[in-house]
């Protein structure tokens, strides 16, 4: 069964990250069309379920909820799993949000409705002046989609991750806590102009 709902947008909603969806999450990131975006290796459910405790963080799952889907909880059949968004290093000054979603929900708008629904949670959450985002110099869905919230680009990490045989650059990314309440971005995540 999903877990306890923590944020809900017009399409999807953010639950807590359980036991059982451990492998949806494996199987998804073994797939080298997002384990390469990610930079992430294989790893077995075992070792991502104890990873997910050395982090100073929040995993939640992105879900698409069924009609009779209720707040408390929902009937594991009633959801169906899109991918995941991390919140991590929250005890600092400037948590880093990362996302993902298995390739079939790919160029929905699934996420970007989960990254702004993330971002907004975060800072209710948390006093942080800002939040910061990474993502592959090469990756431009990413790279748009963070941009096209407000996230602004603060430098890049050269030759920063060995992935598929060849060292890749990450461009940095900022958002100022400021910046998410201007009129120009909205809470939906969008530039209205």
């Not at 603060?154 to 009129?183: I, K, N, P, S, T």
């Amino acid at each position: 069964m999903p877990g306890a709902l923590v944020a809900t947008g017009e399409r999807v909603t953010l639950r807590t990250l359980e036991e059982e969806d451990v492998a949806f999450v494996q199987r998804s990131r073994a797939n080298p069309e997002i384990r390469y975006g990610l930079g992430n290796p294989l790893t077995s459910r075992t070792t991502m379920a104890a990873s997910d405790d050395d982090d100073d963080g929040h995993d939640l799952l992105v879900c698409l909820d069924g009609d009779d889907a209720g707040r408390g909880g929902v009937d594991g059949d009633a959801v169906e799993r899109l991918g995941t968004v991390h919140v991590g290093e929250v005890s600092y000054k400037r948590p880093n949000v990362a996302y993902w979603l298995a390739g079939e929900y790919h160029g929905e708008g699934y996420g970007r409705e989960a990254v702004g629904l993330v971002v907004d949670w975060t800072f209710r959450e948390y006093p942080t002046p800002a939040i910061g985002a990474e993502a592959f110099a090469s990756n431009d869905a990413s790279r748009a989609l963070l941009e096209s919230f407000g996230f602004e680009r603060e430098g890049v990490r050269r030759d920063y991750m060995f992935v598929d045989g060849e060292h890749r650059d990450m461009v940095c990314y900022g958002l100022a806590r400021d910046d998410w309440g201007r009129d120009d971005y909205g809470r939906d995540g969008g530039r209205d102009g």
